[in-house]
């Protein structure tokens, strides 16, 4: 069993950056690979990046490629999403997940743990 809990949203102009964290309690954290999510209000949950095990392999949606960046830092049990030059577009509620697995995945069907999310703002 894991638990993720996310933290790092906030309200942020056109042009700035945000970095979201999740926090997964629980053992055997390199043994999952981890996924950031977003739902807007009236859309479906959509894909934003995805991180293997070992850090090596990530996935990025075309949306974001170039200005967002996952991360994980196994020792702390943490995953990160660093995202720069953000745009109104990108408001939503950004979600963690986890699936034991060592290779990343892209379809939130996959994964086995979420978090509770964390809403990123972002003004014109």
Known sequence: QVQLVESGGGLVQAGGSLRLSCAASGRSFSSYAMGWFRQAPGKEREFVASIGWSGSNAYYADSVKGRFTISRDNAKNTAY????????????????????????????????????????????
């Open 81 to 124: 999403l660093q995202m720069n030059s953000l745009k109104p577009e990108d408001t939503a509620v950004y979600y963690c997940a986890a699936k034991r697995t060592f290779i990343p995945r892209t379809s939130a069907y996959e994964y086995d743990y979420w978090g509770q999310g964390t809403q990123v703002t972002v003004s014109s």
